[in-house]
């Protein structure tokens, strides 16, 4: 047996399949991550089109795993979801967010923003408010500094409840975004009734809006839609110069992408420009 130093004991079997036993190691080296300050919070920068500045991040979870080097969240979110040690992550992540931009205050920026991503675990756990709410008080942050990204998807599973929850967060002051916006099934009625204040467009569109036309019909329509019902657009995803130039001509609010910054570690934020035009 071996204590996994939060659940009791796991049995490792002889029996037990290869893929189960390194799932099972997965899991207690999460807990253990989480135990040990292994989780880290890199930021990616969001541009204001068409040229900057800089207005804020969007906080992006890596794993500094002690022999498996730096891993991103497809090696280990998909796990902590199916266990709901996503919820014990999430709210690590929005507290660490938090001081992180207490940091950045202190350090001369007090008008950057950050964005976390929820779960759709985290986002239907009853203590949601209970965690934002300490985490702003804790670390002095005002509340219109932290958005709360919640994807399309997650948003309509339960719509009436996601309007509920979304309501009591944004009276709070916080921001909602819709995340991966056009890779889900929206019902315009609850979309116009989300108090949401952006939607992100999912890079698969902006990917290719070159190669495939009708991509550049969706993303149209989608900050056209965006606009009618009085939202931000983000873009994300944005790696090349004629995306830039396309995407800012719609009407694009801001822009996220390779070509603009990639996810950075706090300590070097500093080699980001301040203005995409000095690019
Ligand atoms: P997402 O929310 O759609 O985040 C955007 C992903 O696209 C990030 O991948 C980012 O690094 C990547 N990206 C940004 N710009 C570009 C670009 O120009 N080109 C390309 N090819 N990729 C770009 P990452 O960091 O691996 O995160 C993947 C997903 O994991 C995120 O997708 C989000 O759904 C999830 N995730 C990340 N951090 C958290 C977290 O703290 N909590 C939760 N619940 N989910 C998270
Ligand atoms: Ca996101
Ligand atoms: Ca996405
Ligand atoms: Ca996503």
Same mark, same amino acid.
């Given at each position: ?5 939060? %659940? ?145 998807? +997650? ?14 967060? +944004? %009276? ?80 694009? %609010? ?26």
């Amino acid at each position: 047996t071996k204590n996994n130093g939060r %659940n009791g004991y796991n049995f490792f079997q002889p029996s037990m399949n290869t893929l189960a036993q390194s799932q099972l190691q997965l899991n207690n080296d999460l807990w253990q991550a989480l135990d040990n300050d292994e989780l880290r919070l890199f930021y990616q920068p969001k541009y204001c089109a068409p040229r900057g500045p800089i207005i804020g991040f969007e906080a992006l979870l890596r794993w500094q795993h002690p022999t498996r080097g730096l891993l991103t969240p497809d090696k280990f979110l998909p796990m902590a979801e199916k266990t709901g040690m996503i919820v014990n992550i999430g709210n690590w992540v929005i507290n660490e967010a938090c001081r992180q931009l207490h940091s950045w205050h202190l350090q001369g920026h007090p008008h950057w923003s950050v964005a976390v991503n929820l779960s759709a675990l985290q986002f239907e756990q009853c203590n949601l408010v209970e965690t934002v709410t300490t985490a702003l008080t804790q670390h002095q942050i005002p509340a219109e500094l932290l958005t709360l990204e919640v994807t399309e998807t +997650t948003a309509m599973r339960d719509p009436e409840e996601s309007v509920r929850i979304l309501t009591e967060l +944004t %009276n709070m002051g916080v921001k909602a975004s819709i995340d991966d916006f056009g890779t889900g099934y929206s019902s315009l009625l609850y979309l116009k009734r989300l108090p949401a204040s952006e939607l992100k467009i999912d890079r698969a569109f902006v990917n290719e809006l070159q190669a495939k036309s009708e991509d550049a019909t969706i993303v149209s329509a989608i900050v056209a839609l965006a606009q009618s019902l009085d939202l931000k657009v983000v873009a994300e995803g944005v790696e090349t110069e004629e995306q830039q130039a396309f995407l800012t001509g719609l009407g694009c %609010n801001s822009l996220q992408g390779y070509l603009l910054g990639r996810p950075l570690p706090p300590d070097r934020i500093g080699e980001l420009p301040e203005f995409v035009g000095v690019l």
